[in-house]
């Protein structure tokens, strides 16, 4: 992990945080934290409790134990509060709108800050395209036509337009070939230098620790392991489950 990142202050803070569907505990009483400017994965296979996490500290679904944003608790956590703090999920189906065009989408968006009397979403646009490129050159073209890593793009695209200052990412590299997926996760790297902290769920274990600061594993709802990414990329329990040949989720 980047040393400086250490120093930084906490954005979003999950403690003794659990979920529950009914009497089934989906998450149970995890600690984890995202500073201003990490990025952070939590990885784990199918069933782990990722979605659910992610889901839950957007507000999605009830939860206990304590969300804290910028150090300030937050009371029974809703989207709507979530959205005002500035924080952003791109969920795993990615919920474009086919039928329209890629600017439409993006404006959608920024819809939410339009409303509060932000209208320079021309220029969110234009910082929007100059993260991604290939949005502009597909601007007019609907939605639905686009291939799997510009409709991952756009998903993201779509969420910047709030300009978050927390994206939460559930398994953007779902369906993607790897030289895409490799694309896909430089450019949510890259979102740091443009001020955006990313907590990035993901089962591909091996691009997710290649391009995150710190990690999480998430098995059976709780946290099994911890640590930078890149110590976890060295870690023999990490590549005999997630990225030997032999692990089921390589
Ligand atoms: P995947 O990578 O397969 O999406 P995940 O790590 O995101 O897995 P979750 O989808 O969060 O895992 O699921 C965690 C647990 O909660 C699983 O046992 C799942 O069956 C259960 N679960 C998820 N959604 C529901 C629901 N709506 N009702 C009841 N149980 C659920």
């Not at 993006?106 to 932000?118: D, E, N, P």
């Not at 991952?152 to 779902?174: F, H, K, T, V, W």
């Not at 895409?180 to 091996?206: F, M």
Request: hydrophobic share 45%; aromatic share 4%.
């Amino acid at each position: 992990m980047n040393h400086d990142l250490r120093e930084q202050p906490v954005l979003l803070g999950l403690r003794d945080f659990s979920v529950s569907y009914g009497p089934v505990e989906a998450v149970h009483r995890i600690d984890i934290e995202v500073r201003q400017g990490e990025i952070v994965t939590v990885i784990g296979p199918n069933g782990a409790g990722k979605t659910t996490l992610l889901c839950a500290a957007m507000g999605l679904l009830p939860s206990r134990g304590e969300i804290t944003f910028d150090g300030v608790p937050i009371k029974r956590c809703t989207v709507e509060k979530m959205v005002a703090k500035s924080v952003a999920l791109v969920p795993e189906k990615r919920e474009l709108f086919g039928e329209m065009s890629v600017r439409d989408n993006l404006l959608l968006g920024g819809f939410s800050l339009w409303r509060k009397g932000q209208r320079d979403q021309s220029q969110r646009m234009r910082e929007v395209f100059a993260i991604f490129p290939r949005l502009e050159e597909r601007a007019t073209q609907l939605a639905s036509t686009l291939s799997g890593g510009e409709r991952q793009m756009l998903a993201i695209g779509r969420a910047l337009m709030a300009r978050p200052r927390l994206l939460m990412l559930d398994e953007p590299s779902l369906g993607l070939a790897p030289r895409i997926v490799r694309e896909v996760l430089q450019v949510v790297a890259s979102l740091r230098d443009h001020g955006v902290s990313v907590l990035l769920v993901e089962q591909n274990a091996r691009a997710a620790l290649k391009v995150a600061d710190r990690a999480y594993v998430l098995e059976s709802g709780n946290v099994a392991l911890s640590g930078a990414a890149r110590d976890l990329l060295h870690d023999q329990r990490i590549i005999d489950t997630y990225l030997g040949a032999a692990g089921a989720h390589a």
